[in-house]
Every structure is written in structure tokens, then in C-alpha cells.
């Protein structure tokens, strides 16, 4: 490793640091001064963050096109083009871009939210009370559960509760939570192609806005859910004219239509719904739709 390389790492870590806490035109300053040193990815990829958290998506756009070019297998970098382009949707987010964007937040990831009002876990636990017992008898699976918010309100109506999730340090955190009966590492698809056990219900709150096209997800949860299954998850709605999409913060929408029209092709039938704000994003309510889908 030559001295240029050193000292453009330590600039790295610099701006790194500069970003946490905050100080975006100083992280975008010693980007651009470990940049003149080398050209690497990761500083790309930091200077496109600042320009983005500085809302300059143009300037953003260019610095990730810049570290493509650099690292063009990356599915990370990859998603975060298609985001800012707007001309691709991809069926979703790629696991490398997850996994940086969860396991980098795994810690503060409940604080947040909290901070958020998220009501995911609360909105489709709202569509189950009063119509299921809490008899702990149901398999439950939790697809994307994260730190494990469901596992406290699921725990009572299940017999088995597992989660899946592809980032490691949420499930570190899940796993610390407890609830659960297995956790398993994998991926959303990988785990439904071949679970361990038929569940009676599949859960997935704020999980659909990483996995844009569902219809692999319906069909493989209806193949594996005991009969009277259900599936019950939480949308970011649109109301656009494009049955799903992608947005400039790399999660995605998808439509009412869209979501009734897989589950009658994959064999559910919408039992209920529930219209609430998912989250309040700086200052502003995303509108988010629970579904209770029940296996016809
Ligand atoms: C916004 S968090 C929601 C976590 C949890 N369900 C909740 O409501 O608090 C999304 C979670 O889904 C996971 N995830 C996203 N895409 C996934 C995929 N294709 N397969 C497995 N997990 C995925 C992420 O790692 C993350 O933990």
C-alpha cells in the first residue's frame, strides 16, 4: 500500500466521521480532498450521501454514477442510481444495499422510529385483535422483522414464532429482545422456497417497501400457509399510475389495485384493511395501508 492510499483511508475515516455527526460540508470538503488522493468508491459513495442529506440529488446522482463506475457489481450503488435515475424499478432493493442500510442503523434503529411514530407493528396487529385468540396456537412467521417489534404483540397469539431477516445486526438485536422461537438469517424469497415448517400466518410490516414486486411473495406464501393462512403486511401507498415505485429514498410504493389484483391471481382474498400514517417524516405523514389477506 502506497503513502497516497494511507493517507486517502485516514481521510476516509475523517470523513466519516464528519458525516455522523452531522457536519456534511466538512465530510463533502475531505471526500473531495481524499478524492484528488485517489479515486475510490467509498469516497464517492460518502460525497453522493452528503450532496443527497443536503438535498442535491443531481450532485448526489453523479458521485454514485462515479462510484458505479468504480464498483459496477455492486447492487448497492447499483439501487441507489436507479433511485435518483427514476427510469428502472427493480423488483427490490438489492440484499447489499439492505444490509448496508440495516446494519449500519441496527442500534439506533428503535430510537428512530420511535421518533417516527412508525405504527407498522401496531396497524396490522389491529386487523388480527378481536378475531384471533390469544391462545397461542398459530405459526407465525416474521418476514423482515427486524429488531423484533412484532415479537411482543405476535408472542400471545403464537404456538411459533420465528423471524427472518437478511441483516445481522437486526437480528442481533431481535435475538436480544427475545419472543422469538428461531431467527434465521436469509433472505425474504431464499426463506419461503423452502421454510422449515407450514405457518398459519405471514407477517411483514414496512418490509414491502424494500421487495417493490410481490408477486413471488404472495404465491410462495400461499403455497406454504396452512389453510384459512393469512398474510398480513403493511404498504407505502400511491395512488400513481405505475403499479409500483421506486423513489428517490430507494424504498418502494405500490398501488391498492395492484396488491388486490396478485392476491385474487394468488389465490387470497382481502379481508380487511387499515388506512394510518406509517410514519411522520419530517413533519409529513406517509400514508400507509395494512392488509389482512386470507387464503381462499
Ligand atoms: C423497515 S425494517 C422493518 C422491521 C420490522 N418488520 C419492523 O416493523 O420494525 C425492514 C426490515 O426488512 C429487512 N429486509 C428488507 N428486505 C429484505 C429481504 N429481501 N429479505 C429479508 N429481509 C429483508 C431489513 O433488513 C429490515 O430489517
Given amino acids: 500500500m502506497n503513502s497516497n492510499t494511507q493517507s486517502a483511508q485516514d481521510l476516509l475515516q475523517l470523513a466519516w466521521q464528519a458525516q455522523s455527526t452531522g457536519q456534511l460540508d466538512r465530510a463533502a470538503e475531505i471526500y ?6 485517489e479515486e475510490t468508491a467509498p469516497s464517492w459513495l460518502g460525497l453522493g450521501q452528503c450532496h443527497l442529506e ?23 450503488i447499483r439501487h441507489m442510481v436507479d433511485m435518483l435515475e427514476g427510469s428502472r424499478v427493480p423488483d427490490r432493493a438489492p440484499d447489499d444495499y ?22 407498522g407493528p401496531q396497524m396490522v396487529a389491529g386487523l388480527a385483535e378481536g378475531i384471533w385468540a ?18 411482543p404483540i405476535f408472542r400471545p397469539y403464537a404456538q411459533r414464532l420465528d423471524g427472518v431477516d ?10 436480544r429482545r427475545g419472543g422469538y422461537d428461531h431467527l434465521y438469517k436469509a433472505e425474504a424469497h431464499a426463506f419461503l422456497r423452502r421454510p422449515p415448517c407450514r405457518y398459519d400466518v405471514v407477517l411483514a410490516t414496512d418490509v414491502f417497501i424494500y421487495i417493490g414486486q410481490l408477486d413471488e411473495i404472495f404465491s410462495l406464501s400461499e403455497q406454504y400457509l396452512n389453510k384459512n393462512g393469512e398474510l398480513l403486511f403493511t404498504v407505502e401507498l400511491t395512488a400513481g399510475a405505475q403499479p409500483v415505485e421506486l423513489r428517490s429514498s430507494g424504498r418502494f410504493r405500490q398501488t391498492d389495485t395492484y396488491i388486490r389484483m396478485l392476491a ?22 406517509e400514508a400507509g395501508r395494512a392488509y389482512r389477506l386470507v387464503r381462499r
Fill in 134 to 151: 390469544k391462545d397461542g396456537s398459530r405459526a407465525i412467521l416474521d418476514l423482515g422483522c427486524g429488531t423484533g417489534l412484532n415479537a
Fill in 264 to 285: 385474487e391471481r394468488t389465490g387470497f382474498a382481502v379481508a380487511a384493511t387499515h388506512d394510518e400514517a406509517l410514519r411522520v417524516e419530517n413533519g409529513v405523514p
Fill in 32 to 37: 473531495r480532498k481524499a478524492l484528488d488522493l
Fill in 54 to 76: 443536503r438535498k442535491d440529488p443531481s450532485a448526489a446522482l453523479a458521485a454514485f454514477r462515479r462510484a458505479q463506475a468504480l464498483m459496477p457489481q455492486s447492487g448497492a
Fill in 166 to 175: 437478511l441483516a445481522p445486526r437486526m437480528l442481533q438485536q431481535a435475538s
Fill in 98 to 119: 439492505v444490509v448496508w442500510v440495516f446494519d449500519g442503523h441496527a442500534e439506533s434503529f428503535e430510537a428512530h422510529l420511535a421518533a417516527l411514530n412508525y405504527r
